[in-house]
C-alpha cells in the first residue's frame, strides 16, 4: 500500500482500515459500494475464494465487487498469483486426462477459485489477468497499467474528460489480499 500512497495514489481496503464502516449494513455491501464509487478496483486472488455472494451463488464476494465496477465503468485490474494460475492449468490437465484433482492445500484452499478465474477470462472484454509472483513484480505491473502519478494510462481512459489543474489522486479500492503481499 505504502508504495502505491507514495505514488500518488489514495488507498482504500479494508485489510488497511481504510474502507468505511456503514453501521446497520452488511460488510459485503459496503465492498460493493466502495467497487462502484472506486477510481481503480484491484482484485488480487490467490488461493482463497473468500465468502460466497450472493449465498448460494458459487461466486465470492471478489468475482461480485469486480462485476459491480465493471457495471459502474470502472477501471479494473485482476492480477492473480502465478502458483495459482499454475494449479489451474495443473487441474484442467487432470480433469482432461480423467484423473481426480488434490490441490496443493499451501497453494489453494478452495478449488472454487478456478471457476471465478475462468468466469473472468471467458468475459467478452474486461477479461485481462495479470500473473505475478512476487510483490515487487505486482506492484511494477500496476504502476504499468495505471502510472505512478495517479493517472491513468490511454487505454484505461474509458471516456476522454478534461483535467483539473490540482487533481486529486484516483481512489484504489484493493480486494482480497493476502496480508503479506505488499511487506
Known amino acids: ?4 500512497e507514495t505514488d500518488g495514489h ?4 479494508s ?3 481504510t474502507l468505511p464502516v456503514n453501521p446497520g449494513k452488511h460488510s459485503y455491501e459496503q465492498c460493493l459500494k466502495a467497487a462502484a464509487e472506486c477510481d481503480y478496483l484491484i482484485a488480487i486472488l490467490d488461493g482463497r475464494f473468500g465468502g460466497e455472494y450472493p449465498p448460494g451463488s458459487n461466486k465470492s464476494i471478489t468475482e461480485a465487487e469486480i462485476e459491480e465496477a465493471l457495471k459502474q465503468g470502472k477501471k479494473t485490474l485482476v492480477f492473480v498469483r502465478q502458483s ?6 495443473n487441474q484442467k490437465a487432470y480433469v482432461r486426462d480423467g484423473a481426480d484433482y488434490k490441490p496443493i492445500e499451501h497453494i489453494i484452499d478452495d478449488t472454487r477459485v478456478f471457476g471465478m478465474i475462468d468466469r473472468i477470462k471467458r468475459k467478452t472484454q474486461d477479461n485481462w489477468i495479470f ?3 512476487l510483490p515487487k513484480d505486482l506492484l511494477a505491473q500496476i504502476r504499468a497499467q495505471i502510472g ?3 493517472n491513468a494510462l490511454d487505454w484505461l481512459d474509458r471516456s476522454p474528460q478534461p483535467q483539473p489543474q490540482n487533481p486529486s489522486p484516483p481512489q484504489i479500492d484493493w480486494l482480497e489480499i493476502c496480508r503479506t503481499l505488499l511487506k
Open 1 to 4: 500500500f505504502q508504495e502505491l
Open 10 to 13: 489514495k488507498v482504500i481496503a
Open 15 to 17: 485489510e488497511k482500515g
Open 84 to 89: 495459482v494460475w499454475d494449479s489451474l492449468a
Open 131 to 133: 500473473q505475478f509472483n
Open 148 to 150: 505512478s502519478s495517479g
